[in-house]
């Protein structure tokens, strides 16, 4: 910094005994030209932004001194550029159904009850992983990961490790006792790299030292020796060219492309990038392997949506059956999908270290090493070409998805499959073909995040839609209105729309945000402020609930009544905040007909409902809360003929002196499913959750901030089992979803190492950043017949909401370029961060420095 600060007072010089009138700020500018030059390789990258953002303050600082002094009359829509954000305190509403006028009082499904852990979580006395005390002879574990994006592994040597304080040991490949081989899905991973590394962040060996300080310094000085390997593919652009596909690719097609486009008025083609998520849980990666000595067990705690998964990787690992190994998990602070597969990597990890010393280990992961080993949201690129007629109405979309898998498959297959599905977003579409490409690249392999790939194919359409709109010089309203999803419509995998809410959603939202006044207001407020101005949109959503592998739709439960009369409930599902065991003791307690305090869920774990899916895609409500049921149900009916006299207690004594078992197991598939590709036929989905978003934003053109004025938001949920935990996951999911589509920006080195590793260099949603005024409603009086109570899924159906902001962001952007003079379409990526708000705004500012030529230079930091 102190060279250049004297520099500026060089050629602040300049500008002494100038006058403060409007020639004096290009002059000002120039000098902060050559004051802060920034080479287009600059650590930081961002030049263009860096520079117009230097040159756009001394712009409002020249206008609020003007303004003081009163020299030159500011001219009123310029004072924008000095005024302060509008601020109130925020406020919201959460508007929900009352139970039905009878139900019995003790009955708790459709009741707002508190979250089961709620108290505990805040008091800081709930039990995760971590928070488990050591057990004796505990080791600690210290990872050692590729420095390498695509590299032989010459040498991995562990001697100076070894001789550091509190080491026990080193492991690596050869200390697997079982298959080194590994993956959730296919077998294309290994427990450590053998021969090769195909990404940074991958794991090598492992250090087990007495403490976690001593593990991750010796970890430290392992000496790995590497030798380049090539291709190194590190974004969708470089697996494209390299063709570095996994296969086979998944095509869904549907009517005659050609001759719709043929036919269409107009034809837009464009191409658009939404990039990846960090997980951020607020419990990292962690898991505590205890060996018992006897017949190969071993008993697992770790934080994980996947118990079977983590059961059964460690097995193939260790070479034992999977009968010798139990995985036991009371809660996550957070999973979003994060540790519905990569926590194996871990897991398996520990396992093999703990049965090389026979004695227990534990890690948890670093936020840093988190965020480097553990894979995000695939980021996507998507290239379409849309046919429409002149009144707005969508005649053809064909679109090649492309996704960022990272090195190894993982759940890839499957995000890249839902985001064809989601590809229509809510509009029926003649003629449709959507090609997804899993691209292969050598970074951490990506997996699950909420939406699951569902907003990435939802963001394309609900932009090539908003581009529709402007070129036929249609309202956004009028052109999503009348290409909307309508009972009885079939989407493009051909797949009929039954108790299609999301008309109901859209209507009652536009309301309850008084849509139409507040466009008129926003475009007032527009028409008289040129560098702060306020956008406001609206987007639908609909997203399909079942796994897309279909044999997942399964789920299982195991319920105990003891002879006190109090009951324990286990099933597949596991409890990561989102409120599942709260639900389920809703279930058992409407099927048993007892109150939830004599109900209890203590934790999940295989070796009591075994062989269960991921708790994931946001149908562990619908499939376990039907497995309870079931289990609830047999043991009613074992009860019943105890049930003339006497209270509940009574009747279980009764039915146990009778010698008549109290435990019953439930299982559950959903019916009805099966979709095929090739024919492009069957129902992918058991059902489709509905809702609809308002937003309205104010940004600063000059600085590319913004702040969300306010939401609303109209979801259906069914019959809600819990309106208190359902508004939470909404409320939750949108604020997760404005990170995703406005903040949170992953920052790689072209050589694929993660620069953004920790919360001072990747944004995520504050505070500040919930909506100020925030109203969620619950849709009435749509129960679903296809889940449970007639309720619906909730956890990632609302996230895409928030691509409302985002839309309401460009909305505002299309004023301020209109100031400008510019028309017509343009591009905008997700996330829409302030560089890319305030680049967009184009102006005098933006337009002083030319954006370096592509390829003459080495960039600082890359886009996946
Ligand atoms: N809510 C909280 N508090 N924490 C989480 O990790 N994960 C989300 C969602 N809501 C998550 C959450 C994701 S990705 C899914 S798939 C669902 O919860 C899974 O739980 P469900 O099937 O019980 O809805
Ligand atoms: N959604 C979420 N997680 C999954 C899915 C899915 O469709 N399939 C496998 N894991
Ligand atoms: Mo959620 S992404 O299906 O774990």
């Not at 995760?128 to 040597?157: C, F, N, R």
């Not at 309508?486 to 945000?513: A, P």
């Not at 939470?728 to 920052?747: D, H, K, R, S, W």
Request: proline share 5%.
């Amino acid at each position: 910094m102190a060279p250049t600060s004297i520099m500026a007072c060089n050629t602040a010089n300049r500008l002494i005994g100038l006058k403060w009138d409007n020639d004096l700020l290009p002059e000002a500018c120039s000098c902060l030209e050559d004051d802060l030059p920034l080479p287009p390789s600059v650590p930081g990258g961002m030049v263009e932004f860096r520079r117009t953002l230097t040159t756009s303050f001394l712009f409002k600082f020249f206008l609020s001194v003007q303004q003081r002094l009163n020299l030159k009359d500011v001219p009123p829509p310029y004072r924008s550029a000095c005024s302060l954000y509008h601020r109130e305190p925020p406020h919201g509403a959460q508007m929900y159904q009352e139970v039905p006028e009878g139900q019995a009082r003790e009955d708790a499904v459709g009741r707002p009850i508190m979250h089961l852990s709620a108290l505990k979580q805040v008091t800081g006395e709930a039990v995760y992983t971590d928070d488990m005390p050591p057990i004796q002879g505990e080791l600690y574990l210290g990872l050692v990961l590729s420095k390498k994006a695509h590299a032989k592994i010459v040498s991995i040597d562990p001697s100076e490790a070894l001789k550091m304080p509190g080491v026990e040991t080193f492991v690596s490949a050869e200390d697997v006792p079982g298959s080194n081989i590994t993956g959730p899905v296919v077998l294309d991973e290994e427990v450590f790299a053998s021969e090769k590394v195909t990404c940074v962040g991958q794991v090598v060996g492992a250090v087990l030292a007495d403490t976690q300080a001593h593990a991750q310094r010796a970890a430290k000085a392992v000496v790995v020796q590497y030798e380049d390997l090539e291709p190194k593919i590190i974004t969708i652009e470089d697996a494209i060219l390299h063709q570095s596909f996994f296969h086979p690719i998944n095509k869904i097609e549907k009517g005659n492309l050609e001759e719709a486009f043929e036919r269409s008025d107009q034809i837009i083609e464009g191409e658009l990038r939404i990039g990846g998520q960090e997980h951020f849980y607020l419990e990292t990666c962690a898991a505590i392997v205890v060996p018992h000595g006897e017949d190969g067990e071993m008993e697992i705690f770790c934080s994980t949506q996947n118990p079977t998964k983590t059961q059964m990787l460690a097995a193939k690992a260790l070479g034992v059956p999977a009968n010798r190994v139990v995985c036991r998990m009371k809660r996550m602070g957070g999973g979003f999908g994060g540790k519905e597969t990569r926590t194996c990597v871990i897991s398996s990890v520990c396992a093999v270290a703990a049965h090389k010393v026979r004695r227990p280990v534990r890690i948890m992961l670093d936020r840093d090493e988190d965020m480097v080993i553990t894979g995000t949201r695939h980021p996507f690129l998507g290239r379409y070409k849309v046919g429409f007629m002149s009144d707005g109405r969508v005649l053809a979309l064909d679109i090649s998805l492309y996704s960022n898998a990272g090195n190894s498959l993982d759940l890839s297959r499957g995000v890249t499959d839902r985001a064809l599905f989601h590809s229509d977003s809510v509009y029926t579409i003649p003629n449709v073909r959507a090609v997804g490409y899993t691209c292969k690249t050598n970074t951490a392999s990506n997996t699950a995040f909420r939406g699951f790939g569902g907003p990435q194919g939802l963001f394309f359409a609900e932009s090539w839609i908003s581009d529709v709109a402007t070129k036929c010089g249609i309202s956004q309203l009028t052109v999503r209105e009348i290409n909307m999803n309508k009972e009885g419509d079939l989407t493009h995998y051909n797949m009929k729309l039954e108790r299609c809410q999301v008309q109901r959603c859209w209507e009652e939202c536009l309301k309850q945000s008084d849509f139409h006044t507040r466009r008129r207001q926003v475009d007032r407020f527009n028409g008289e402020n040129r560098w702060k101005k306020r956008g406001l949109a609206a987007i639908p959503t609909k997203f399909g609930i079942s796994f897309t592998s279909t044999f997942l739709n399964q789920a299982g439960a195991l319920v105990h009544v003891y002879t006190d009369g109090s009951v324990l409930v286990t099933h597949g599902g596991t409890e990561m905040g989102q409120g599942l065991h709260t639900k389920m003791v809703q279930v058992a307690c409407r099927a048993l007909k007892i109150p939830t305090s004599r109900i209890h869920i203590s934790e999940t774990s295989t070796n009591t409902v075994p062989n269960t899916s991921p708790t994931a895609a946001s149908a562990s409500s619908d499939l376990n809360g039907m497995a309870v049921k079931i289990a609830c149900e047999t043991i009613l009916q074992r009860l019943e003929p105890y049930m003339g006299k006497g209270s509940w207690d009574d009747w279980v004594r009764a039915a146990y002196f009778d010698r008549v078992g109290l435990s019953a197991t439930g299982f559950y598939r959903t019916p009805g499913l099966a979709y095929d590709m090739e024919k492009n036929e069957g129902r992918p989905f058991n059902y489709f959750c509905y809702g609809a978003a308002v937003s309205e934003v104010e940004i600063d053109c000059l600085t590319g901030d913004h702040t969300v004025l306010r939401t609303d938001i109209v979801m259906d949920v069914g019959d809600s089992l819990n309106p208190a935990i359902d508004i939470g996951q909404i409320e939750g999911a949108f604020v997760q979803g404005c990170g995703l589509f406005t903040m949170e920006e992953q920052v790689y080195s072209p050589e694929g190492v993660l620069y953004s590793r920790g919360p001072g260099m990747y944004k995520i949603p504050g505070f500040a950043d919930i909506p100020i005024h925030f109203n969620v409603s619950l849709l009435r009086g749509a129960p679903n017949d296809k889940a449970i109570f007639s309720s619906k899924a909730v956890g990632e159906p609302p996230l895409f909401l928030a691509s409302s902001v985002f839309f309401a962001i460009k909305d505002a952007i299309y004023s301020a370029r209109a100031d400008a003079g510019l028309k017509g379409t343009f591009r905008l990526d997700s996330p829409a961060t302030a560089e890319c708000i305030r680049m967009a705004c184009e102006d005098q500012f933006t337009a002083q420095f030319p954006a370096a030529e592509p390829g003459s230079f080495k960039p600082w930091a890359i886009k996946l």
